[in-house]
């Protein structure tokens, strides 16, 4: 079993910055692609971003490419999501995902979900 655990959310004004962090116990990490997805008020569970367990390869959605950058610490059993340039749209609860194996963050094919961290971006 893995407990992944988010933090980081907080709330922040349009074109600030946040850094959120999944911190996994019971396992290592280090073998799953790991990944963001956030879920707005009344709105359905989208992808945001994922990085497979090297670290060598990263996925944005559009929305968010070029401006959020996923990474990972393996010695830390940690990823992170940094936000740059955060607009309100991107308001929601960002959830953790991890993944052993299968189409990269298919949502049916996720092993492990966090519980979630509240970002409110106000304009």
């Known amino acids: 079993q893995v407990q992944l655990v988010e933090s980081g959310g907080g709330l922040v004004q349009a074109g600030d910055s946040l850094r959120l962090s999944c911190a996994a116990s019971?396992?290592?990490?280090?073998?799953?692609?790991t990944g963001w997805f956030r879920q707005a008020p009344g709105k359905e569970r989208e992808f945001v971003a994922y990085?497979?367990?090297?670290?060598?390869?990263?996925y944005y959605a559009d929305s968010v490419k070029g401006r959020f950058t996923i990474s990972r610490d393996n010695t830390k059993n940690t990823v992170y999501l940094q936000m740059n340039s955060l607009k309100p749209e991107g308001t929601g609860v960002y959830y953790c995902?991890?993944?052993?194996?299968?189409?990269?963050?298919?949502?049916?094919?996720?092993?492990?979900w966090g519980q979630g961290t509240q970002v409110t971006v106000s304009s």
């Open positions: 019971g396992r290592t990490l280090s073998r799953y692609i």
């Open positions: 990085i497979t367990w090297s670290g060598t390869t990263t």
């Open positions: 995902a991890g993944q052993i194996s299968g189409v990269p963050m298919a949502v049916g094919q996720i092993d492990y």
